[in-house]
């Protein structure tokens, strides 16, 4: 553990020395249910030097920089998004936790203040940690909502208008009846109106001519256009799919995917870090049908990699990359939709190895970007895993970062079981996006979510 930041403090300041306790047992609370990575944003805070002064502390590795003394706008804007999605993820973890008044007190209490503006933000190896200023949060105050002022009724102007027209119009009535004047004046005398009868003159009628029957033109019926559909795949498309997008499904078929789905984050935690040779023998095998029972994240995977294929385009030939063993992953050839049985069949039958069962990602998304193109065309990969590579210490974001420049028109979704963030760089390097799954509805919607994204699963026209 490194310090980043030494801080002046007033040890005798009560009020700072209770919210220094406040956030210490604060991050007791979150960090059995937190991943490492999301919990890495909150600094550990120390009295140091005869408590003079407060030592800031990070698990992190790396040259600690503040924020603030960062020039270049697009890293300041990729850290700030970095760290939205960390406090985004410890407010999500928040509503699942089970807390008791005080804990939900002291948990409302700190939240306002992790994201205050206040606090000094410090990047080590590109992750941001916050320096908590102990000081009253500053939130960004909201847009102010300018109040719609009602418009001037047409309709009452036009009420009023027709009543005072009305009203003058009695008035000339009473007006003509009751005035004295017209009570003295006599009426004009009407003259007689002679009528004169038309003078009559016998004239034979004009013969009536009929117009000359025409012959009704013939009705040629126009062949109606069919519409071109935009939403569906031509047959003739499927038959002829040389110039179509691919696919390759990255799977980890690693000991960790056999993990249950039916246990919170920190009970999977502590059972990976339980020895279980300091159990009986009885006792370690119940504990371990415990935390594997069904539905565990690769039966989950599994039923869900297979309705997904089955919605994929017609004409999308579609390859498969399995993560089971140091030191390469292990691919197979693209196969075309008449074949999908035998994809499914091949997913249906993944085991993680008892031994030597690992995840070597790296080579995985190295080996699927050889299998496409990504340069004439759109091509996609879709990564099904619960962690990051454990077979070499070569840099993940480095080779997706390769891979975007070479190939810039392939995206990489990543659908990412466990939750830790660990390799998003891959998907955001790419274009892609990343999709958290950590229990059975998830799975199903985010493996959803991940590949109507793609925009690949267009029906054939009818």
């Known amino acids: ?33 937190l ?9 550990t805070p120390r009295l140091i030097d005869d408590n003079q002064y407060l030592g800031w502390y990070t698990e992190l590795q790396g040259q600690p920089t503040s924020l603030s003394n960062v ?45 205050s503006l206040g606090n000094q933000i410090y990047i080590v190896n590109g992750e941001p940690v916050i320096v908590n200023s ?7 105050k909201p847009t102010p909502v300018t109040p719609e002022v009602a418009p001037k009724s047409f309709w009452r102007w036009w009420y009023l208008l027709l009543l005072a027209l009305l009203l003058l ?31 009559l003159v016998n004239k034979p009628p004009a013969p009536v001519v009929e117009p000359p029957t025409k ?21 003739e498309d499927v038959a002829n799919n040389n110039d ?22 920190s009970a999977i935690d502590q059972y990976l870090k339980t020895n279980l040779n300091s159990m009986s023998e009885s006792e370690a095998n119940a504990y371990e049908a415990k935390m594997t029972r069904l539905p565990n994240r690769l039966s989950s995977s599994k039923k869900v990699a297979l309705s997904t294929i089955d919605k994929i385009q017609q004409n999308i030939d579609i390859a498969l990359v ?76 480095t080779l997706a970062s390769n891979i975007a420049a070479k190939q810039p028109r392939l995206k990489i979704n990543i659908v990412d079981i466990a939750g830790q963030h660990k390799i998003d760089c891959v998907a955001q390097s790419t274009g892609g996006k990343v999709y958290i799954a950590q229990n059975p509805t998830e799975i199903v919607n985010q493996m959803n979510h991940a590949v109507s994204d793609m925009n690949i699963s267009k029906p054939i026209c009818e």
Not at 37 to 42: K, Q
Not at 169 to 181: H, I, N, Q, R, S
Request: glycine fraction near 2%; hydrophobic fraction near 35%; charge should be neutral.
């Open 1 to 33: 553990m490194q310090r980043i930041a030494r801080i002046i403090v007033d040890s005798n300041d009560s009020q700072k020395m209770a919210l220094l306790d406040q956030y210490n047992s604060l991050l007791s609370l979150l960090k059995p249910h």
């Open 35 to 43: 991943t490492e990575r999301t919990f890495s944003i909150l600094a």
């Open 71 to 115: 020039n270049d706008e697009l890293v300041k804007k990729q850290v700030t998004e970095t760290l939205q999605t960390r406090i985004n993820d410890i407010e999500l973890s928040v509503k699942s936790m089970r807390l008791d008044s005080e804990q939900q007190t002291l948990v409302s209490s700190w939240l306002p203040r992790i994201k």
């Open 134 to 140: 102990f000081e009253e949060p500053i939130l960004p």
């Open 169 to 199: 119009g009695l008035l000339g009535v009473l007006w003509y009846f009751f005035c004295p004047f017209n009570k003295d004046k006599k009426p004009d005398v009407i003259p007689e109106l002679i009528i004169i009868p038309p003078v």
């Open 215 to 235: 012959e009704p033109e013939p009705v040629v019926l126009q062949p109606v256009p069919e519409p071109v559909a935009k939403n569906c795949i031509r047959k």
């Open 244 to 265: 179509a997008s691919k696919m390759v499904i990255i799977f980890d078929n690693s000991a960790s995917m056999t993990l249950t789905l039916m246990e919170s984050k």
């Open 322 to 397: 399995t993560l089971t063993s140091c030191p390469v992953a292990q691919t197979t050839s693209f196969y075309n939709y008449t074949n999908r049985s035998k994809l499914k069949n091949k997913i249906n039958k993944l085991n993680p190895l008892e031994y030597n069962s690992a995840t070597p990602l790296y080579s995985g998304i190295q080996q699927a970007s050889k299998l496409l193109n990504g340069v004439n065309r759109d091509d996609y990969i879709l990564i099904i895993s619960d962690g990051d590579d454990n077979c070499t210490k070569s840099n993940i974001c």
